[in-house]
């Protein structure tokens, strides 16, 4: 047997298994394309084969689900996100980038990591997946920028926070990249109660906040800066300032998420500034002012604010005197809302309410 035709066999062998050449599989809504054979994923399309053949790039906000002929990991990863495994996923696409030499895989699947990450609530896993994604296309991870909040796991904002201060100290990173990466840092600081470490990088952002037009990411980055600036000031009771970043930066907070931040931050130090003596007519603008935080959070923004801001209103309703108003809000936030802290301070305002006399 000549050598040229062992090597043809030996070919065969490896790309059959049963007598079934081995192939990629792209999902497109109810169908499976099977036979493919996937090139790339560029600029949100895919080249690829079908059964040999050449075939017109599809897009891949038509493909729900592909599998790799040769990447059972990262197959399963993606079967795991289709069937909302969220932690499954978040932890086998960090498995698959690891292993993978297909540098065009990356742009398939860090967004879905981040994703499945946030959903799983791996808030290490999802920074890391955006500090990756940052990398290669900014404006792409800002979409997906991940928000810290009060209850985040102590040793995932830990890991947090190392890897975003090694990665801001990478020589090859824009002006906009390093600045999207220490704004979350110092999110991160703010959650963990670093407020020397929060308040250093508020200052140092501030003052190189720039926008860079040419840049479609740089809006979104400055906006995070003066966001979560004015989110510091409400922790150390600055409320003029928190005011001030808000009101003097409102063209940039276009994306909703933002509006929302920006829209609690204004209702924060607005509710700090009128302290315990509010009158009656300020207490009524303030619960306006949160149900604004509600119906942008409500309406595709950011619902992380609407149980707080909820919350809230039906305290000021409860000092205003009406308790069926009050008693109506704690019941939608620890019925739409179970195992969040507003959940559990509505709950306990409803048991106080029903201890009064006349309840």
């Not at 020589?171 to 470490?197: F, Y």
């Not at 989110?231 to 003097?248: C, F, H, N, P, S």
């Not at 209103?313 to 308790?323: F, Y």
Request: proline share 3%.
């Amino acid at each position: 047997m000549g050598h040229s035709r062992l090597r043809r066999m030996c070919l065969i062998a490896m790309l059959t298994v049963g007598g079934v050449v081995l192939a990629d599989t792209l999902q497109v809504g109810g169908a499976a394309r099977t036979g493919a054979k996937i090139k790339s994923y560029r600029n949100g399309m895919f080249d690829y084969t079908l059964d040999g053949r050449a075939v017109d790039p599809m897009a891949g906000d038509r493909v729900s689900q592909i599998a790799l002929d040769d990447d059972p990991v990262l197959s399963s990863a993606e079967q795991a996100f289709v069937g909302e495994k969220w932690a499954a996923a978040a932890d086998g696409y960090q498995a698959a980038l690891k292993a993978t030499n297909r540098a065009w895989l990356r742009d398939w699947v860090l967004p879905r990591m981040l994703v499945a990450a946030e959903r799983a609530g791996k808030f290490d896993v999802e920074v890391s997946a955006f500090v990756q994604m940052l990398g290669r296309d900014a404006g792409g991870a800002m979409r997906y920028r991940p928000r810290p909040v009060e209850g985040t796991a102590a040793g995932a904002l830990t890991g947090a926070a190392g890897e975003l201060s090694r990665a801001s100290a990478l020589a090859t990173l824009s002006v906009t990249q390093k600045q999207a990466i220490l704004s979350l840092l110092m999110d991160v600081q703010r959650v963990q109660g670093d407020m020397t470490g929060a308040t250093k990088l508020s200052e140092q952002l501030l003052k190189s906040a720039v926008l860079d037009k040419a840049d479609p990411a740089s809006a979104k980055v400055q906006a995070d800066i003066y966001v979560g600036s004015a989110r510091l000031a409400l922790v150390t009771k600055d409320y003029g300032r928190a005011k001030t970043l808000i009101e003097q930066n409102r063209a940039l907070f276009v994306d909703g998420v933002q509006q929302v931040e920006a829209l609690y931050c204004l209702a924060a130090a607005r509710d700090g500034e009128l302290g315990a003596n509010a009158s009656k007519e300020a207490m009524e603008d303030l619960a306006i002012e949160y149900m604004r935080v509600v119906s942008a959070g409500r309406g595709g923004g950011d619902r992380r604010y609407v149980p707080e801001a909820l919350l809230r209103v039906g305290e000021l309703q409860e000092q205003l005197g009406d308790r069926v108003a009050a008693e109506t809000l704690y019941a939608e936030v620890t019925g739409e809302y179970k195992g969040s802290p507003a959940a559990a301070r509505a709950a306990a305002r409803q048991q106080q309410i029903k201890g009064k006399p006349g309840n």
